[in-house]
């Protein structure tokens, strides 16, 4: 038998070995006209591809497989995944497992979970390739190679192990080199790469020699075992697949590696002798695949050795070759062939010196790229980067004729080496053409181009489009490479100063583009607030950009960002980035389904700035369909309540606004009850709101309770609406809300001075329930704390008492009850109950009892509560104002200055011990000028002096000394 060594187009004919070969292809050599010609054919190719009939044949599996071929088929099928999780049941039922099984299961997860198919050849870039699980996928074959060197399955592993270097770990790298001629990190990633493809591929080849030897050795029997076993098919297969990766691997190396000329010129020229004697040029039909490959690598390599004719005939084969597949999913693996055909047919021209024919084909290649490939960027791009190529090429050899450059021929050989291209108009207008096509067209240009600009320089006065395309490639580069993002500042001041410059209107949308690279910079920088602002100016500014969504998109992404990160510690700016720049995406996109979720966002955010009744107008306008809907309603009636709270604190003498906001606030609840029929109806049409669609449960009391409040607010006068909406209401679907219940009801009962009902309300619920009274009474009883303290700020001292004597009976009762179940109360939730009764004791006019419990609380915290604690804080100051209400001036400046001294200065504590102890000062008839100058000094730091509420106590102590002091000289 004849020696098999090369046998990569070796069929298996019979059982004594016959085999046969195809002769390499002739050249055929062509002008210009043919080429173009071509060229013009190649437009119909997908109209003639479509009318082809199209076959899928079906996987058959052969009676009998031996493990490579059984795991083949597993792995076209897709069934990786299945056999995983086979092998881990067998594991967890205690069932003995193959090791090399199980780790070539866990590499196949890893080419899964790194979105890379087992079977299908890399033609593209593909997203959300993660290298480190490829990398981890081929650790497992080295591993399994070393460790078991006589295993059958050891051809597979090393050919796989190959394929993960030349196309799962960067097969971008290996794109750019094919599709862009560009320099830069992706040769020394081919370079490494197909290095070590050549390595494994160089032993597999070897080992492959040896196994036919041993075939050779065979006698008939054994022969036919073989065949009918699927192993000589599956050898033979692998030899042919082996034999042209390895040539593959052997040009990607020869190109990418520091060779003198002289080797390259060696390496090429065996490669393409190699090509030539394996047959594969030409092929009988069925086999387009690998003839196509196999004429392609002639091509480049016949290009790179100056031999320009036989290239152009190459690539044009191969054109021909691939309008004979019928199949379409093999004419979709093989589109990026097709493509770097047509490239090498230009470059073969452009080579040869025939500048103005090169040209001439890319315009016609650019009109089929646009036609047949529009929704393919590469295609246009790696075009139009070619043009640029020539174009610079074309220059160059000018100027050579005119005697400006002596080494023109060197300088073209790799003609956008140093980019020297970004200097050159002719070369930008060809790439400025595909980059106005789309913002995809731009963004692969970017990416495709990061690595060649990643060390040039920004020059001072860049040409506008070749300062977009250096700030875009950077940006391109830093985010696949994080060390890449220091020269990120270079950048962004760069598109700084060109932006503050004027801008021609025939360069506004190259101007928008650098605005929205400027956003982007920012944003892989951190500085996500300038970068909303940029990106959000853009959307607004610049209607028809085409970058306009994306930004908007983009900057409501990165403010959005900022606001969680940020959490309740928001600036007021960063909300009102967010809110501008939703407020756009709104205006830009109104039919995006994230639309109502992003109005309710809006308003949440105004509502956290304290714009609540901007607030309320963008909560008002969430479709009432949506599911944001029932919060916006919340939202809303919580709006207006806050915003009738802080116009009372503030009240003026606008009528006229105060009118308006409450026939607002009145619509708002109109609204609201339109929307939801529960909120309208009387206790004793309850049962008929069963039929009708409605909130339930907390969500249902939520926005009960929320428009009693809103409806119990003063300046409403709509307190027997509010007292209606809580008699519905008793805390079973959600009795965390009981206590708000009864406050509401409370409240709404003692507007309307029905006091005696609303002390029963308490009763009533120590009654029914009293194991859960006490959350109520406790929540009851913080409400009526925070009550008599709004009411005390709003200066109605005589509410306030009243409160207060209401809220020192459910003190009492809550204390009593506190004392029957220990149990149920924290220690520190007891305190904090006993702090609220004694401020209740004070603020009724108890002043003596309030002393007597707030010493009490005190010398039962000794030790217990941290000196700085707010409660602890609290209980001192309730102590003095208990002791200058019993006329104890003197022991209540000792506990004012101590509070004083150990509060942050302007706090709230520090506000209310600063007041207390000029109070004491003036009843112990201090000198009234020395206490008017504390004031008069403090409102010179601050001039709000704490807030309303303190202001107005220290306006009426100011009047008073400033009386006191007037009367002197008559008294004296």
Same mark, same amino acid.
């Given at each position: 038998?004849?020696?098999?060594?090369?046998?990569?187009?070796?069929?298996?004919?019979?059982?004594?070995?016959?085999?046969?070969?195809?002769?390499?292809?002739?050249?055929?050599?062509?002008?210009?006209?043919?080429?173009?010609?071509?060229?013009?054919?190649?437009?119909?190719?997908?109209?003639?591809?479509?009318?082809?009939?199209?076959?899928?044949?079906?996987?058959?599996?052969?009676?009998?497989?031996?493990?490579?071929?059984?795991?083949?088929?597993?792995?076209?099928?897709?069934?990786?995944?299945?056999?995983?999780?086979?092998?881990?049941?067998?594991?967890?039922?205690?069932?003995?497992?193959?090791?090399?099984?199980?780790?070539?299961?866990?590499?196949?997860?890893?080419?899964?979970?790194?979105?890379?198919?087992?079977?299908?050849?890399?033609?593209?870039?593909?997203?959300?390739?993660?290298?480190?699980?490829?990398?981890?996928?081929?650790?497992?074959?080295?591993?399994?190679?070393?460790?078991?060197?006589?295993?059958?399955?050891?051809?597979?592993?090393?050919?796989?192990?190959?394929?993960?270097?030349?196309?799962?770990?960067?097969?971008?790298?290996?794109?750019?080199?094919?599709?862009?001629?560009?320099?830069?990190?992706?040769?020394?990633?081919?370079?490494?790469?197909?290095?070590?493809?050549?390595?494994?591929?160089?032993?597999?080849?070897?080992?492959?020699?040896?196994?036919?030897?041993?075939?050779?050795?065979?006698?008939?029997?054994?022969?036919?075992?073989?065949?009918?076993?699927?192993?000589?098919?599956?050898?033979?297969?692998?030899?042919?697949?082996?034999?042209?990766?390895?040539?593959?691997?052997?040009?990607?190396?020869?190109?990418?590696?520091?060779?003198?000329?002289?080797?390259?010129?060696?390496? &090429?020229?065996?490669?393409?002798?190699?090509?030539?004697?394996?047959?594969?040029?030409?092929?009988?039909?069925?086999?387009?695949?690998?003839?196509?490959?196999?004429?392609?690598?002639?091509?480049?390599?016949?290009?790179?050795?100056?031999?320009?004719?036989?290239?152009?005939?190459?690539?044009?084969?191969?054109?021909?070759?691939?309008?004979?597949?019928?199949?379409?999913?093999?004419?979709?693996?093989?589109?990026?062939?097709?493509?770097?055909?047509?490239?090498?047919?230009?470059?073969?021209?452009?080579?040869?010196?025939?500048?103005?024919?090169?040209?001439?084909?890319?315009?016609?290649?650019?009109?089929?790229?646009?036609?047949?490939?529009?929704?393919?960027?590469?295609?246009?791009?790696?075009?139009?980067?070619?043009?640029?190529?020539?174009?610079?090429?074309?220059?160059?050899?000018?100027?050579?004729?005119?005697?400006?450059?002596?080494?023109?021929?060197?300088?073209?050989?790799?003609?956008?080496?140093?980019?020297?291209?970004?200097?050159?108009?002719?070369?930008?207008?060809?790439?400025?053409?595909?980059?106005?096509?789309?913002?995809?067209?731009?963004?692969?240009?970017?990416?495709?181009?990061?690595?060649?600009?990643?060390?040039?320089?920004?020059?001072?006065?860049?040409?506008?489009?070749?300062?977009?395309?250096?700030?875009?490639?950077?940006?391109?580069?830093?985010?696949?490479?994080?060390?890449?993002?220091?020269?990120?500042?270079?950048?962004?001041?760069?598109?700084?100063?060109?932006?503050?410059?004027?801008?021609?209107?025939?360069?506004?949308?190259?101007?928008?583009?650098?605005?929205?690279?400027?956003?982007?910079?920012?944003?892989?920088?951190?500085?996500?607030?300038?970068?909303?602002?940029?990106?959000?100016?853009?959307?607004?500014?610049?209607?028809?950009?085409?970058?306009?969504?994306?930004?908007?998109?983009?900057?409501?992404?990165?403010?959005?960002?900022?606001?969680?990160?940020?959490?309740?510690?928001?600036?007021?700016?960063?909300?009102?980035?967010?809110?501008?720049?939703?407020?756009?995406?709104?205006?830009?996109?109104?039919?995006?389904?994230?639309?109502?979720?992003?109005?309710? @966002?809006?308003?949440?955010?105004?509502?956290?700035?304290?714009?609540?009744?901007?607030?309320?107008?963008?909560?008002?306008?969430?479709?009432?369909?949506?599911?944001?809907?029932?919060?916006?309603?919340?939202?809303?009636?919580?709006?207006?309540?806050?915003?009738?709270?802080?116009?009372?604190?503030?009240?003026?003498?606008?009528?006229?606004?105060?009118?308006?906001?409450?026939?607002?606030?009145?619509?708002?609840?109109?609204?609201?009850?339109?929307?939801?029929?529960?909120?309208?109806?009387?206790?004793?049409?309850?049962?008929?709101?069963?039929?009708?669609?409605?909130?339930?449960?907390?969500?249902?009391?939520?926005?009960?309770?929320?428009?009693?409040?809103?409806?119990?607010?003063?300046?409403?006068?709509?307190?027997?609406?509010?007292?209606?909406?809580?008699?519905?209401?008793?805390?079973?679907?959600?009795?965390?809300? &009981?206590?708000?219940?009864?406050?509401?009801?409370?409240?709404?009962?003692?507007?309307?001075?029905?006091?005696?009902?609303?002390?029963?309300?308490?009763?009533?619920?120590?009654?029914?329930?009293?194991?859960?009274?006490?959350?109520?009474?406790?929540?009851?009883?913080?409400?009526?704390?925070?009550?008599?303290?709004?009411?005390?700020?709003?200066?109605?001292?005589?509410?306030?008492?009243?409160?207060? @004597?209401?809220?020192?009976?459910?003190?009492?009762?809550?204390?009593?009850?506190?004392?029957?179940?220990?149990?149920?109360?924290?220690?520190?939730?007891?305190?904090?109950?006993?702090?609220?009764?004694?401020?209740?004791?004070?603020?009724?006019?108890?002043?003596?009892?309030?002393?007597?419990?707030?010493?009490?609380?005190?010398?039962?915290?000794?030790?217990?509560?941290?000196?700085?604690?707010?409660?602890?804080?609290?209980?001192?100051?309730?102590?003095?104002?208990?002791?200058?209400?019993?006329?104890?001036?003197?022991?209540?400046?000792?506990?004012?200055?101590?509070?004083?001294?150990?509060?942050?200065?302007?706090?709230?504590?520090?506000?209310?011990?600063?007041?207390?102890?000029?109070?004491?000062?003036?009843?112990?008839?201090?000198?009234?000028?020395?206490?008017?100058?504390?004031?008069?000094?403090?409102?010179?730091?601050?001039?709000?002096?704490?807030?309303?509420?303190?202001?107005?106590?220290?306006?009426?102590?100011?009047?008073?000394?400033?009386?006191?002091?007037?009367?002197?000289?008559?008294?004296?």
């Amino acid at each position: 038998m004849m020696d098999r060594r090369s046998t990569d187009c070796v069929t298996w004919a019979s059982r004594r070995g016959r085999y046969w070969r195809r002769g390499s292809s002739t050249r055929c050599a062509g002008d210009e006209r043919h080429f173009i010609g071509t060229v013009c054919w190649l437009v119909l190719l997908p109209i003639l591809l479509a009318a082809a009939p199209s076959t899928q044949p079906g996987l058959i599996l052969p009676e009998v497989v031996d493990d490579i071929v059984f795991r083949e088929a597993l792995r076209a099928r897709g069934l990786y995944v299945w056999a995983e999780a086979v092998g881990a049941e067998a594991a967890a039922n205690g069932e003995a497992t193959d090791e090399i099984g199980r780790q070539l299961r866990r590499r196949e997860r890893l080419l899964a979970d790194a979105g890379v198919l087992p079977t299908a050849t890399v033609t593209g870039p593909a997203s959300g390739r993660d290298p480190g699980a490829v990398q981890q996928a081929s650790e497992i074959l080295a591993r399994l190679i070393a460790d078991h060197p006589a295993n059958p399955g050891r051809y597979r592993w090393m050919y796989e192990l190959a394929r993960d270097y030349l196309e799962r770990t960067s097969p971008a790298a290996f794109e750019r080199r094919l599709l862009y001629e560009l320099p830069g990190r992706d040769r020394e990633v081919v370079r490494d790469l197909s290095g070590r493809a050549v390595d494994v591929l160089t032993g597999l080849r070897r080992q492959i020699a040896d196994a036919w030897k041993s075939v050779e050795e065979l006698d008939e029997a054994e022969l036919v075992a073989m065949r009918d076993a699927g192993s000589l098919a599956a050898l033979e297969t692998l030899d042919a697949q082996s034999a042209a990766l390895l040539g593959w691997a052997q040009l990607h190396y020869t190109l990418a590696a520091d060779l003198d000329e002289p080797r390259r010129q060696a390496a &090429l020229s065996e490669l393409l002798a190699e090509v030539q004697r394996s047959g594969r040029l030409e092929l009988p039909a069925g086999r387009e695949f690998e003839q196509a490959g196999a004429l392609l690598m002639a091509a480049v390599a016949e290009r790179h050795l100056g031999l320009h004719d036989q290239a152009d005939s190459r690539a044009r084969q191969i054109i021909a070759v691939l309008g004979r597949i019928a199949d379409k999913s093999l004419r979709d693996r093989l589109r990026q062939t097709a493509l770097v055909a047509v490239l090498e047919q230009i470059r073969a021209v452009r080579d040869a010196g025939r500048y103005d024919a090169a040209l001439q084909a890319i315009e016609q290649a650019r009109q089929w790229a646009i036609k047949s490939r529009a929704d393919e960027p590469a295609a246009l791009v790696s075009v139009s980067l070619l043009e640029a190529s020539v174009q610079y090429a074309k220059q160059q050899a000018a100027l050579a004729a005119e005697g400006g450059v002596s080494n023109w021929k060197a300088a073209v050989k790799q003609p956008t080496e140093g980019v020297a291209w970004l200097h050159t108009a002719a070369c930008l207008t060809a790439l400025e053409k595909t980059a106005r096509q789309s913002p995809a067209h731009r963004d692969l240009m970017y990416a495709v181009l990061a690595p060649a600009l990643a060390g040039v320089e920004l020059p001072e006065n860049p040409h506008l489009f070749a300062l977009q395309l250096l700030a875009g490639a950077a940006i391109a580069d830093a985010r696949e490479n994080p060390s890449a993002k220091d020269r990120l500042q270079m950048v962004i001041a760069a598109l700084r100063a060109r932006l503050a410059r004027p801008v021609d209107n025939r360069d506004a949308q190259a101007a928008g583009e650098l605005t929205y690279l400027l956003g982007a910079a920012l944003a892989l920088t951190g500085a996500d607030l300038e970068a909303v602002r940029f990106l959000t100016d853009l959307a607004e500014q610049n209607a028809d950009h085409d970058r306009g969504e994306s930004a908007i998109r983009q900057a409501v992404a990165l403010a959005g960002r900022e606001l969680r990160r940020a959490g309740g510690q928001a600036s007021p700016e960063s909300r009102s980035a967010f809110v501008r720049a939703a407020r756009v995406m709104r205006q830009r996109v109104p039919d995006d389904p994230n639309v109502p979720g992003l109005t309710y @966002a809006i308003g949440a955010t105004l509502e956290s700035d304290g714009r609540f009744e901007e607030a309320a107008g963008e909560y008002a306008a969430v479709p009432v369909g949506s599911e944001h809907a029932l919060d916006a309603a919340l939202g809303r009636i919580r709006c207006w309540r806050q915003a009738l709270e802080r116009a009372a604190v503030g009240k003026g003498a606008d009528d006229g606004a105060t009118s308006s906001r409450i026939a607002d606030a009145k619509a708002a609840v109109d609204a609201v009850r339109e929307q939801y029929p529960f909120l309208s109806e009387t206790a004793s049409s309850v049962a008929s709101a069963a039929s009708r669609p409605a909130p339930t449960g907390c969500d249902r009391a939520r926005l009960l309770l929320a428009t009693a409040e809103l409806l119990n607010h003063p300046e409403m006068g709509m307190s027997q609406a509010a007292a209606d909406l809580t008699m519905r209401f008793d805390g079973a679907d959600c009795p965390e809300l &009981l206590g708000a219940a009864l406050r509401s009801r409370i409240l709404a009962l003692r507007q309307l001075r029905r006091l005696a009902e609303a002390r029963a309300v308490v009763e009533q619920y120590l009654r029914a329930d009293p194991e859960h009274a006490g959350t109520a009474m406790a929540g009851l009883l913080q409400s009526m704390h925070e009550e008599t303290i709004a009411l005390r700020n709003r200066e109605d001292a005589a509410a306030a008492a009243s409160v207060a @004597a209401e809220a020192v009976q459910v003190g009492q009762s809550l204390l009593a009850w506190a004392v029957e179940r220990p149990e149920r109360l924290r220690p520190s939730d007891t305190i904090v109950i006993r702090c609220w009764y004694a401020t209740a004791l004070l603020n009724s006019g108890r002043a003596a009892e309030a002393l007597t419990a707030f010493e009490q609380i005190e010398q039962d915290t000794r030790g217990v509560l941290p000196d700085n604690s707010g409660t602890l804080t609290e209980i001192r100051l309730g102590k003095a104002d208990a002791l200058l209400e019993t006329g104890e001036a003197g022991p209540a400046l000792e506990v004012y200055t101590a509070v004083w001294q150990a509060c942050p200065e302007h706090s709230e504590p520090w506000w209310h011990a600063f007041v207390g102890s000029l109070r004491c000062h003036a009843r112990q008839g201090s000198d009234p000028a020395v206490i008017l100058q504390s004031i008069r000094q403090q409102r010179f730091l601050a001039p709000d002096l704490g807030g309303p509420y303190w202001k107005r106590e220290l306006t009426r102590l100011e009047e008073a000394l400033t009386a006191r002091l007037a009367s002197r000289p008559a008294q004296e």
